[in-house]
């Protein structure tokens, strides 16, 4: 007896369909609001933008689907049936509710539009955002910008505890739960005060030597450690350790030893003769720069329009 009933549960539910194939949708009930309110199927259709052959093959469709007719058609115009009538209070309230859905939706995307939260490694945050969180605002004047800046590392970590919208990493490879995409590549060059011994060489620096050498290092977790340890293929103890490339760049300065960072960091270092380029051979220091977001969680909003923005 049970079996039985269940079944025909089951077919009447399929025979019925979803509500999606039951209930006319938004497009065709607006069109009936409007040809109560014009008493002209014609007029209708100018006001929600269609041809009349196409208002008429809509009303038919919906009168088929409702099992109703819903309009009287004459050389006077278009009038509602009673059915029709009936049908079109319900409209309205299904209207009034599918409009007060897009206006929820709006605040939310507007929420979403007010703030953008950015992690980025510290070459990153110091030498390429800038430019472009300028460009952003000139697109998005309205929207409030934070930057977290950390190692690549501190980077995953806040966007995988969604504290951040977007980030930027400067690392081999992209941090687990994460996805990416290349906006830059960069490369590393070793540096060292005019006064070190190393600036008056003249032949290059071998790669087994600088992996030999105590350096000024970032900490690790770094994407220019990172880079450069897997170059090299291990180094040394670290000379001094430090969290930051600013902190790193004015070791170098003040002749604490060799250094390896970003060429973006010491180009005004180089062009004032604080710092020296040293030429290293046997090895190649070049990386890619990735802008990295949560797995399956694609920009939106103002991340996306900055992704962009870094293409550029």
Not at 114 to 135: C, D, F, Q
Not at 257 to 262: H, K, M, Y
Not at 290 to 301: I, L, M, N, S
């Amino acid at each position: 007896m049970s079996e039985a009933g269940g079944t025909s549960g089951a077919g009447d539910r399929a025979a019925g369909g979803t509500l999606a194939h039951r209930v006319p949708d938004l497009g065709a009930l607006e069109l009936l609001l409007a040809v109560a309110r014009l008493g002209s199927l014609g007029a209708a259709a100018r006001e929600v933008g269609i041809t009349q052959p196409a208002a008429s093959s809509r009303i038919r469709s919906m009168e088929r689907q409702l099992g109703v007719a819903l309009v009287d058609r004459s050389p006077r115009g278009s009038r509602l049936t009673d059915a029709g009538a009936l049908v079109t209070d319900w409209a309205r309230r299904v209207v009034e509710a599918a409009e007060a859905f897009d206006a929820g939706a709006q605040a939310l995307r507007d929420r979403r539009d007010s703030r953008l939260r950015v992690a980025a490694s510290m070459t990153i945050a110091e030498y390429l955002l800038p430019g472009w969180l300028l460009a952003l605002r000139a697109q998005r004047p309205d929207t409030a910008v934070s930057l977290l800046a950390g190692n690549s590392a501190a980077v995953a970590q806040r966007l995988l505890a969604d504290e951040a919208d977007l980030g930027f990493v400067e690392g081999l490879t992209v941090p687990p739960g994460l996805d990416s995409t290349v906006v830059a590549h960069d490369r590393l060059i070793v540096v060292t005060a005019p006064a070190h011994p190393w600036a008056r060489r003249r032949r290059p620096l071998a790669a087994e030597e600088l992996a030999a050498t105590p350096l000024i290092l970032r900490e690790r977790g770094s994407g220019t450690r990172q880079v450069l340890d897997a170059a090299l293929g291990g180094l040394a103890r670290p000379l001094i350790e430090l969290s930051s490339t600013t902190a790193v760049k004015a070791s170098a300065v003040g002749c604490a030893g060799p250094a390896v960072l970003s060429e973006l960091a010491v180009g005004e270092e180089l062009a004032m003769r604080r710092l020296v380029s040293i030429p290293v051979e046997g090895v190649a220091l070049r990386r890619a720069l990735r802008a990295v977001w949560p797995t399956g969680h694609r920009p939106t909003g103002p991340a996306r329009e900055l992704l962009a923005l870094t293409r550029g």
